[in-house]
């Protein structure tokens, strides 16, 4: 089955930087988009920013010029570098891959991983 499996997350200080990874594994024929979204209690799954699989990107404003993402397709792994990060980047953050399995095209996601940022 496939999988999508996170790690990067923890706790920094405001003006620090974190960078996630998320790698994908399983009977996968191609992964399209991949991206970032964040979630915090109570609110809805934003999106933080995605990449194709020729690498153009979109990038949410919050984020922009703060967090860089980027991918290798050869590892079908997808990276998010978050730079002067923010207390209010504080939230779970999860990877979502959109992809092409002998079944069709899916949606996967990974399990999250959370991001403290304190002040």
């Known amino acids: 089955q496939v999988q999508l499996v996170e790690s990067g997350g923890g706790s920094v200080q405001a003006g620090g930087s974190l960078r996630l990874s998320c790698a994908a594994s399983?009977?996968?024929?191609?992964?399209?988009?991949m991206g970032w979204y964040r979630q915090a209690p109570g609110k809805q799954r934003e999106l933080v920013a995605t990449?194709?699989?020729?690498?153009?990107?979109n990038y949410a404003d919050s984020v922009k010029g703060r967090f860089t993402i980027s991918r290798d397709n050869a590892k079908n792994t997808v990276y998010l570098q978050m730079n002067s990060l923010k207390p209010e980047d504080t939230t779970v953050y999860y990877c979502?891959?959109?992809?092409?399995?002998?079944?069709?095209?899916?949606?996967?996601w990974g399990q999250g991983t959370q991001v403290t940022v304190s002040s």
């Open positions: 990449i194709t699989r020729d690498g153009s990107t």
């Open positions: 399983g009977p996968i024929f191609r992964i399209n988009i």
């Open positions: 979502h891959a959109s992809l092409v399995v002998i079944a069709g095209a899916r949606d996967s």
